[in-house]
């Protein structure tokens, strides 16, 4: 099988190493930046690829997506891999195109940063967008599963929403916790282990935090104002009161 990957970040360089290090699949990389004896420039030689993988920011990926429209044929797997599968989700190519999302990274960017491992263990979301690709997206399925990854099959909606709680939400109050102690010069020395932990997501790539609070704002809005709902009931009601059950909930959460 051959393999395509278009963008060598973080997760498309993390799909390249991987795939190429199981020794059953023929790579093929495209990148401006990276250099290597399978990796070009050139979109052509993507044609005989069994499968694709977009691994380009948000903000270009629909450009790669029409980009591959003239270029690959209809029985070719194409999967993006971006935060926010609704955007992705609206238009269709004369390709077998599959919307993913892997929800694993770090705070770190870059094909230097990029590693084999990254995946194992990590949950892995699919939004089919049309039932006569179900065959193929078991195909799919079974190379993101040789990268150790656990699939979930949700809607591109519900997805989009689930993600502005658990990723997009939490990157924004990471930020503006760093812009929170700009002006208090004492909180910046006295800043240790929790807060650096707390607010680790402030380092992420900053175009792609840009592409989620542009194109997922309405939905990060509304988890933030649930949040502060949340916040005001524990202040009012009293942690101790809560602390149990937030314990056993977080119990359950990470077993």
């Known amino acids: 099988m051959k393999i395509g990957v278009i963008g060598l970040g973080l997760i498309g360089g993390s799909i390249f ?3 190429e290090s199981l ?19 050139d979109y052509e030689i993507l044609k005989t690829c069994d ?5 380009t920011p948000m903000s270009v990926t629909l450009d790669e997506l029409d980009k591959l429209d003239n270029i690959v044929g209809e029985n070719t797997i194409v999967a993006d891999v971006c935060s926010l599968k609704g955007f992705v989700s609206q238009k269709k190519h004369p390709y ?7 929800m694993a ?6 094909w230097s ?9 990590a949950k892995w979301a699919i939004t089919p967008i049309c039932d006569d690709f179900k065959e193929k997206q078991k195909i799919l399925e079974t190379v993101i ?8 099959i949700t809607t591109a909606e519900e997805h989009d929403k689930a993600v502005a709680l658990i990723s997009h939400m939490p990157l924004v109050i990471a930020q503006a916790l760093c812009e929170n102690i700009k002006g208090n010069q ?23 935090a840009e592409d989620m609070v542009m194109m997922n704002g309405e939905n990060i809005k509304q988890a933030i104002q649930s949040l502060n709902n949340h916040v005001f009931d524990l202040l009012q009601s009293g942690y101790k009161n809560k602390a149990d059950e937030i314990k056993e909930f977080r119990k359950n959460l990470y077993s």
Do not use: W
């Open 105 to 110: 990274g770090t705070e770190k960017s870059g």
């Open 96 to 102: 077998c195109f599959i919307p993913t999302h892997p």
């Open 51 to 55: 499968i694709v993988f977009v691994c």
């Open 145 to 152: 599963c040789a990268m150790g990854a656990e699939i979930i």
């Open 113 to 121: 940063n990029s590693f084999p491992d990254l995946f194992i263990g």
């Open 17 to 19: 190493k991987k795939l």
């Open 186 to 208: 004492l909180a910046q020395e006295l800043a240790s282990s929790g807060f650096k932990d707390t607010t680790r997501l402030a380092l992420s790539n900053t175009q792609m």
């Open 23 to 41: 020794n059953k699949y023929e790579l093929i990389g495209i990148s401006r930046s990276v250099k290597g004896t399978n990796i070009s420039q």
